[in-house]
């Protein structure tokens, strides 16, 4: 069965301090795709990066950056110079084939992990 | 361009009712998936549509049932409710059916009494 884990239930750091959020996943599936959503307080997921199996090169976008490395199965997340508004509960998702294959693409998330940066 | 919008927002109900979840996805987007959210269970898949078929169904109870209408719209129902019931439900759209990125709406808090 696909799985997602992330080990860190809460993680809490000081403003400006760099944090790294891990997500590890199986899944027996040869190509698939692994997606980071961000859930503020008001409860709307929003959708942070989509990273293919085949496309191992890490992805950088303003303070945020990824790390994707295919022989550990992890998908890691870094905040660099954390921000009080990043606090948040962050979701990693894995894409798997459905019970009816082919196109069938449902999201299996792991537990989350609630991010409080304190100012 | 707009996002996914939910309704309604908040609803309480009582054991032994029935309840209908609307989702209205971004304009253009035809999949549309229905998500649970308990603080226990997490983030759960309940079921996904595209162009008004049913292509998926998460382990769910026949309890919860679903449909698309031609303008892409989605409806969820959740009949004779459990305490359990009680949840986050959220619904996200996509492009197409492939591994496209979800955009979740707001979702609907529900409660069961």
């Known amino acids: 069965a696909q799985k997602v884990t992330q080990a860190q239930t809460e993680i809490s750091v000081v403003e400006k301090e760099d944090v790294t959020l891990d997500c590890v996943y199986e899944?027996?599936?040869?190509?698939?795709?692994l997606f980071w959503y961000k859930q503020p307080p008001s409860g709307e997921l929003v959708f942070l990066i989509r990273?293919?199996?085949?496309?191992?090169q890490n992805e950088i976008s303003g303070r945020y950056s990824w790390n994707f490395q295919k022989s550990t199965s992890s998908f890691n997340f870094t905040i660099t110079a954390s921000q009080v508004v990043d606090s948040a509960v962050y979701f990693c998702?894995?894409?798997?084939?459905?019970?009816?294959?082919?196109?069938?693409?449902?999201?299996?998330f792991g537990k989350g992990t609630l991010l409080t940066v304190n100012p | 361009k707009a996002g996914v919008t939910q309704t309604p927002r908040y609803l309480i109900k009582t054991r032994g009712q029935q309840v209908t979840l609307s989702c209205s996805p971004i304009?253009?987007?035809?999949?549309v998936s229905w998500y649970q959210q308990t603080p226990g269970q997490g983030l759960q898949f309940l079921f996904e549509?595209?162009?008004?078929?049913q292509r998926n169904k998460g382990n769910f109870p026949g309890r919860f049932s679903g449909r698309q209408f031609s303008n892409s719209r989605s409806e969820m129902n959740v009949s004779t409710l459990e305490l359990g019931d009680s949840a986050l439900y959220l619904c996200?759209?996509?492009w197409g059916a492939g591994r496209y990125e979800q955009y979740f709406g707001p979702g609907t808090r529900l409660t069961v009494t």
């Open positions: 549509y595209f162009s008004e078929t």
């Open positions: 998702a894995l894409s798997e084939a459905g019970e009816s294959g082919g196109s069938n693409y449902k999201l299996t």
């Open positions: 304009s253009g987007h035809r999949s």
């Open positions: 899944t027996r599936d040869t190509t698939y795709y």
């Open positions: 990273r293919n199996s085949f496309d191992e």
């Open positions: 996200a759209s996509k």
